[in-house]
């Protein structure tokens, strides 16, 4: 049921311990070693519009046998101040700035 390029790639549906339903609009990057990710004007439009439904996940260094997940909620608001506009409302974002804002699960 959703449109062609929803701003994200993976829709979760989840039940939370608390019984409650929670849904998470995943945008999903990887990178090979330390370097930026770079959202899209249109993953930038979704991210601000749905706020806390909206998950960067960053897969860093997945060429290495040790990839590492960053989980970020709300990056439109979260990163906002931290990323580097480029052209339109899409951003570039490094991953010393996502560090810090990293969820576990």
């Given at each position: 049921?959703?449109?062609?390029?929803?701003?994200?790639?993976?829709?979760?549906?989840?039940?939370?311990?608390?019984?409650?339903?929670?849904?998470?609009?995943?945008e999903v990057?990887?990178?090979?070693?330390?370097?930026?990710?770079d959202m899209?004007?249109?993953?930038?439009?979704?991210?601000?519009?749905?706020?806390?439904?909206?998950?960067?996940y960053v897969?860093?260094?997945?060429?290495?046998?040790?990839?590492?997940?960053?989980?970020?909620?709300?990056?439109?608001?979260?990163?906002?101040?931290?990323?580097?506009?480029?052209?339109?409302?899409?951003?570039?974002?490094?991953?010393?700035?996502?560090?810090?804002?990293?969820?576990?699960?």
């Amino acid at each position: 049921g959703l449109q062609d390029y929803p701003g994200f790639d993976v829709l979760s549906l989840r039940c939370g311990a608390d019984g409650k339903r929670e849904r998470r609009c995943i945008e999903v990057k990887g990178t090979r070693g330390h370097e930026a990710v770079d959202m899209t004007e249109n993953e930038w439009a979704k991210a601000m519009n749905l706020r806390s439904e909206y998950w960067l996940y960053v897969v860093a260094e997945c060429a290495s046998p040790a990839p590492r997940l960053i989980r970020i909620q709300d990056p439109a608001m979260r990163l906002l101040t931290r990323s580097d506009e480029r052209s339109g409302a899409s951003r570039r974002i490094k991953l010393a700035d996502m560090l810090p804002l990293a969820e576990g699960e």
